[in-house]
Every structure is written in C-alpha cells, then in structure tokens.
C-alpha cells in the first residue's frame, strides 16, 4: 500500500453558521479529491508496469512496488528491513549524475528523468532511465525506474553488426578480417570464440581464435588443433552445423554427455579447464555452400550462459564472415585466372615471336645486298616492313603480360632526355618525307637529365612520335617540345594536328585493347596496347603520362613529366647510334634456343667479322666458356635449362665475361 497523503489543517476559521457550511463542503471535496487521486497513484503503483518507489530525506527507500524489487532481484523482507537506499543501488561512477538529479529535484520539485545503472542483488549492472519528485509539503520523494537492458541490449548489438560489416572493408587478407570479427564478438557475445575454414577431406582448419584472457588463447589454439585431427563426427555441436547448415545451440554444458558424443577426453578436458558454460556454433556459408563454422563460448569468467538471443546476433557475425572467405575465395580464383591468362598470352606471345626473328634478321640481310635489283630489293622491304609489324604486335603483348605479371624490370642510369628524343626522331623519321611531314624539335628544357631506363624511355617516346606519325595527315607539323614546368621536372610534349580524339574517349585513352573510334582501328591496325604499354612504363619510372585533344579533326598532345637528375661530368648522348665500322672484330659466345635464330643470328655476326661460337643451352655454354676464350657473351634469356641472366652472371663471375641479353 502507498503512504496515505493526508492535507494539512487550516488553523483559522470564519464564524457564521452559512461560512461553516460552505467551508465544510469545501473540506469534503478537497478530502474526496485527495482520495481519488491517492487510488489512481495505487492503481499505478500496484500495476507493474514500471518500477516505483517511495524514499526518505536520506534516500532511503521506504516503500516499492513489486516491479521496482524484481528487476533489481530484491525481496520485500529486505525492502522491510530497511536495507534499501538509493546510495547502495547505486554503482560507483553515477554520483555525478545523482548529484545533478538531486540538485534539480530540490530547485524545482521533479528531476527530468535521467539514464543510469543500478546494482542488482547479484552485484551484475542493469540499466535504467529514472525520474523522481518530492511529495507535496514533505521532504520525502516518489521515483520510477524504466529497465533500458533490453533497448541497451539490441543498440549493443546493432552496433556489433556495423562494426562487423565495416570489418570486411577493412583488409583483402581474409584471415585477418575474421581475426577482427573475433576481436569484435569476444568479450561482447562470449568469452572465446574459433572460427574453422572447411577444406577437403573433409577438415576443419582454424583460421581465428580469441579468448578474453590472453593467457587462455594457447590453450584454446591446441584445442583447435586437436580439434582439427578429429574425424568427421555428425555427433557434434561443430559438424552438426556444417552437416545440416543450421545453428546449433548448447545452453549449459553436460561434459560426461559430451565426452559420449566427441570420443575425446582430451578436448574435454581442456573446455573443463577454461570453465566453458555454453556453446553455440554458426555455419558459415554463401551461395548454397557451407565454408566452415565459427564456435562461441562463455566461460566461468563472465559466468553467462548463451542464448536464443545469442545465437541471432552469431549468425549475423557468421554471414559477414562468410563473405570475407567467399570473396577471399573469389579473388583467389580471379587472380588464378588473371595469372593462367597473363602466362598464356606471354608463351603465346614468346612462340609466335620466336620464328619471326630469323625472318626479319635474313629479310634485312638479303634487303641490303649489293646488286640487287630494285623491284626484289621493294619487295624485300615490304615483307620487312609487315614482319616487323606483326614482330610489334607482338612485342606489345609480351610486354603488356610483363606489365601485369610484375616482370618488368628497370636498368637505370643518367639520361640526356634530348639527345635521346634526336635519335628517336631521327628513326621516326624514315620514310616520313613521301607523305610531307616534318617532325620539329624544340629542345626547351634547362635540365634535361633524368635517372631511367634509356631503351624503355626510347620505346615510349618512339610509340608517342610514331603514334602522332600515323594519325597526322599529309603535308602535317609534329612538334617535339621540351621544357622544365618547375624546378626539378622536365616535360616532354608530342603534339600534333592530326585526327584527335573525342571528349568521351578521353578517359580510356590507356586502357589495353581500346583505340576510341571502332573505326580508327580499321583504317590504322594495331591492338590498342601502345599507350596502355607506354603509361605502365612511365608510372615505373615515377613520372606521369597525360593526353590532351580539344576533340575530333583537332590533333592531340601527349606529355611525359620525370623528375630531373644531376647531370654527369662526361655526358653521352644515350641511344646514339654506334657505327659498325667502329667496333673490332670480337670472339662471341651466342647462346639462343631456338635452332633457325641461332643460325641467322650467327651467319649474321660472322658476315660483320666477327669469330662465333654457338650454345643452344646453359650446359653447352658453360663447356664452351671453359674451353674457350671469348670477349663477349650473347645469350636469350629464356633457355630451356635454365635462365639467360643467370648464365651471364655466373660467366662474368667466372670468367669476366660482359653479356648482352636479346
């Protein structure tokens, strides 16, 4: 029952028989309104809907409701005994917002209703929402408390859910993002927790563990080992959930049951010693298909037991999982394709560029024979001009599989970037007089050394100023401009006033295998792999390649940017051509695989002077080598048993000998 809340008397009263009547009736209706509210206060007190309670100036409680004991786990004989104070359900950490609350009640009558935590008879915390007010002409105070543990409990939990969906993006590395889930889920959900990949065999391997006390993770990683020479068994909590694909729940844990359904008293043993409680196990699975299961327990260490609730939120965690292994997964495929795709167009490459050498090299010899008649000596040159096309083509695309694969590699030294572009010029100028073009040099830039590679610069800068070559039309002006934007940078330009491109081909100017205009590839050939070549080479020398065109029929302007270098004392012009009449005859050890290369190449270097001595592979190449004096070694870098690279460094090694890769 409510304390009864009784009106103070008036101490002075009207004479007059009518004044007494009317102050009587007055009484009365103060007296019937008093009591109607008090029934409505003890309808509201005795329905349970919240918890209510009565205190003291002292904050002590003096009376409650049945729903204010329960939720705190209080009997009414302690409430009677006076043992109930607002300051002893109180945890430590709250007294400021107490204070504020008491403050606020004694300024204005009524607190407005405030979050906090009360401790329950069995020391856990719960969280509430509380509100008070002081009872009229008295110092005592009526107060309610709303129990938030649920509401608290689904915002704990949605936010373990964000936080686990925000884990996948975190890293590639799938092992590691179920590392984090676990981190995430143990000590939140349980006090340890496992989570098994599922190979063939079938096997469950474990990818993750985490306990709450770090001291217990080495147990719990010999458990999962011995967990995971374990046969298949269809009796336990873990198969159970990859057999049927469902959840499995064991809310207390029977262990002499256990040991009957998992045959392991060692594992046993070691769920014993972390004081394990209760498990759960989620499957993991996407696409129809189980990839392994994650296994949550509690422990002696929070002294919870899992539930229905639980296992809800588990299987949540576990989805996200399951996307980490299977885009893990599907990565690893991709990336296996990419790499089978990338090796076959390199030995596709390799092969069908293999027999085109001896053609070109022999053409080329025959084409510059003397006495030949001019209408063969054409002919000649047309077959060396479409050979040496296809040979391009070629040479693309094994570069292109070099650029995916990782395998190019840069040799770099100092460059003068100008006297590179006058030899570049000088070869893209062949042949461009039947059509009227000039190519115009204007050599801008200051510094004009930079640290690269000078056989991979050239071939951009050559693909650049053959490419403006190709699209300007007759009678046309290209422009080869350098210049220093900045301290430090040099910029090399090709511009012409060629075709063009369009605005919305811009953005795929480097991608491999796209030329814009379908039928830019029909009037011009080509594969489309030149700029997507030249920007990937440009990017490893840490410099940037950019195309510009204001649209259609109005040219186009590519730009190199490299960072400039300390030119060296005796600089050489990089690229220059060394005329043949100036190299001595040489003793050469040439080694190359393939038999009609080999005879070309030789007969070849033998016509030049030169004394030659043939090695189809490393073994025969190391015999000739110790058995002969050579200045010079030739040699392919892929033979049959072994690397070319390899073979010239070792000769040099042993012998002194300098290399030439082809």
């Known amino acids: 029952m409510l304390p009864l809340l009784k009106p103070k008397r008036r101490r002075s009263f009207r004479k007059g028989a009518g004044g007494s009547v009317r102050r009587l009736d007055t009484g009365r209706s103060l007296l019937q309104a008093l009591r109607e509210s008090q029934a409505r206060a003890e309808r509201l007190f005795e329905a349970n809907i919240l918890g209510i309670f009565y205190a003291d100036e002292k904050a002590r409680i003096t009376s409650a409701n049945d729903a204010f004991l329960s939720m705190l786990g209080h009997s009414r004989e302690t409430l009677e005994c006076g043992e109930l104070s607002w300051v002893e359900l109180t945890p430590a950490g709250w007294e400021e917002a107490d204070e504020k609350a008491m403050v606020e009640l004694m300024a204005t009558g009524a607190c407005a209703p405030y979050e906090k ?14 509100g008070s007010a002081l009872l009229p002409e008295s110092d005592a105070s009526v107060g309610f408390v709303l129990d ?11 936010a373990l859910l964000a936080e686990a969906g925000s884990a996948l993006s975190e890293s590639l590395d799938y092992e590691e993002t179920l590392e984090r889930l676990l981190y995430l889920t143990v000590p939140r959900l349980a006090d340890y927790g496992l989570i098994c990949e599922l190979e063939e065999g079938p096997r469950l391997r474990p990818v993750a563990l985490r306990h709450v006390d770090p001291s217990g993770e080495e147990l719990l990683r010999h458990l999962g080992e011995v967990f995971a020479a374990l046969p298949e068994n269809p009796m336990s909590l873990l198969w159970r959930a990859v057999k049927s694909g469902e959840s499995q729940l064991a809310a207390s844990v029977n262990y002499e049951t256990a040991l009957k359904v998992t045959r392991n008293s060692e594992l046993l043993e070691g769920f014993a010693r972390m004081g394990s409680r209760s498990f759960l196990t989620a499957p993991l699975a996407a696409r129809g298909e189980v990839l392994g299961v994650m296994v949550l327990a509690t422990s002696d260490v929070s002294g919870r037991n899992l539930g229905p609730d639980d296992l809800e939120l588990a299987e949540g965690i576990a989805a996200r999982a399951s996307l980490a292994i299977d885009n893990a997964r599907l990565y690893g495929r991709a990336e296996a ?4 795709k990338d090796h076959f167009l390199a030995a596709l490459s390799h092969e069908l560029r293999t027999p085109l050498t001896p053609v070109l090299l022999r053409v080329a010899a025959l084409a510059r024979s003397p006495g030949l008649p001019e209408p063969l000596r054409a002919d000649l040159r047309m077959i060396q001009r479409n050979v040496e096309l296809e040979a391009k083509l070629i040479d693309d695309l094994l570069d292109l599989t070099r650029v995916s694969r990782g395998k190019l590699s840069l040799h770099l030294e100092t460059v003068d970037v100008h006297a590179l572009l006058e030899h570049t010029i000088a070869i893209c100028s062949e042949g461009v007089e039947v059509r009227t073009l000039v190519i115009g040099f204007e050599p801008g830039a200051a510094e004009r050394y930079v640290r690269a590679d000078a056989a991979r610069l050239q071939q951009v800068l050559w693909n650049l100023i053959k490419n403006a070559v190709k699209f300007t039309p007759a009678g046309g002006r290209i422009r080869v401009v350098t210049r220093n934007p900045e301290e430090g940078r040099v910029e090399i330009a090709v511009i012409d006033p060629g075709i063009g491109i369009a605005p919305e081909d811009l953005p795929r100017l480097f991608n491999a295998f796209e030329q814009g205009n379908p039928a830019i590839t029909r009037a011009f050939g080509g594969l489309g792999l030149g700029l997507a070549i030249c920007k990937a080479l440009v990017d490893q020398h840490g410099g940037t390649l950019t195309g510009l065109s204001p649209g259609r029929g109005r040219g186009a302007t590519f730009t190199v940017s490299l960072a400039t270098a300390i030119a060296p004392e005796a600089a050489r012009p990089a690229g220059a051509a060394v005329g043949p009449a100036a190299a001595p005859a040489l003793r050469l050890l040439l080694v190359e695989d ?5 005879q070309v190449m030789s007969d070849l270097l ?9 090695a189809a592979n490393v073994r025969a190449a190391r015999e000739l080598a110790a058995s002969h004096t050579f200045d010079l070694v030739v040699s392919d870098l892929g033979l049959p048993d072994g690397s070319g690279f390899d073979l010239m460094r070792e000769l040099r090694e042993r012998y002194g000998l300098q290399g030439i890769a082809v």
Do not use: C, Q, Y
Not at 337 to 340: F, L, P
Not at 594 to 598: F, G, S
Not at 606 to 614: D, F, N, P, R, S
């Open 117 to 130: 935590e009360l401790r329950r008879a069995d020391g856990s915390r719960m969280p509430v929402l509380a």
């Open 606 to 614: 033998e016509l030049a002077g030169h004394e030659v001595k043939a």
């Open 148 to 158: 938030l543990s649920i509401r608290k409990r689904a915002e704990a939990r949605a």
């Open 337 to 340: 394709a990419s790499k089978a």
């Open 594 to 598: 393939n038999e009609p290369t080999l």
